[in-house]
C-alpha cells in the first residue's frame, strides 16, 4: 500500500511540476512578446516620416483638419475615438519626421482610462518611470532607440505623448549627385 501512496504522490508531484512548467513558459512567452520600441498606430516611432504615418492614418480613413502652422497637423478620431481619445496632433521637423504625437481627448469612464492603460502595460510592459494603478496614473516608457511615450490619465483629461527625441534629420550638402541624376534619366 505505501508503494501505491509512493507513485501516486510522485504522479501528483509530476504533474504539479509540469503545470508549473507551462506557467512559466507561457509568462516567458508573455514577455517575449513585449514591444521593445514606441509604435504609433502600428508604425515603429524612430525615424518616422510624416509621408509614411500620413498614408497609415488614410488608410485608416482618417484626414487631418487644416493647420496654419508649419510642421502640424490635426486628426479627429471620431467622435467615440478609442477608448474615449478623440484627438491627435503630430509635430514634424523641418526634414518631414515625427518629432511628436499627441493623442488626448477627455475620458470620463473609468473603465475606459483603465481600459488605455492596461493596453500600454500589455504592449509595453511595467512603465520605465511613474506608475499604474489598475491602468490609471502617469507613466512614462523609455526605449533605447531615443523614443519614449508619456501616458496621463489620473483626470478626465487624457494624454499620450509619443516623442522621439532625435528624428531623423536630411543634411542637404549643397553638391549636386552628377552619378544619382545619371542613374534616375536612364
Do not use: C
Request: proline residues 3%; charged residues 20%.
Amino acid at each position: 500500500m505505501s508503494r501505491k501512496f509512493t507513485f501516486g504522490f510522485a504522479a501528483l508531484i509530476l504533474t504539479l511540476l509540469m503545470g508549473m512548467t507551462s506557467t512559466v513558459q507561457a509568462k516567458t512567452n508573455e514577455k517575449a512578446r513585449l514591444s521593445n520600441m514606441a509604435e504609433l498606430f502600428g508604425l515603429p516611432l524612430n525615424d518616422l516620416s510624416l509621408s509614411r504615418l500620413k498614408r497609415q492614418l488614410e488608410s485608416m480613413g482618417l484626414s487631418s483638419y487644416p493647420s496654419y502652422r508649419d510642421g502640424e497637423m490635426s486628426y479627429s478620431l471620431g467622435p467615440e475615438g478609442i477608448l474615449g481619445v478623440t484627438n491627435l496632433t503630430v509635430f514634424s521637423n523641418t526634414s518631414g519626421y515625427v518629432r511628436q504625437a499627441l493623442l488626448s481627448g477627455v475620458v470620463e469612464s473609468n473603465e475606459k482610462r483603465k481600459a488605455l492603460g492596461a493596453l500600454l502595460e500589455k504592449k509595453y510592459g511595467e512603465p520605465t518611470e511613474g506608475h499604474l494603478n489598475q491602468g490609471i496614473g502617469r507613466s512614462t516608457w523609455l526605449f533605447k532607440d531615443g523614443t519614449l511615450i508619456e501616458f496621463q490619465n489620473s483626470t478626465y483629461d487624457v494624454s499620450i505623448m509619443y516623442v522621439d527625441e532625435h528624428p531623423k534629420v536630411v543634411n542637404r550638402s549643397g553638391k549636386i549627385d552628377v552619378e544619382a541624376l545619371s542613374r534616375k534619366n536612364q
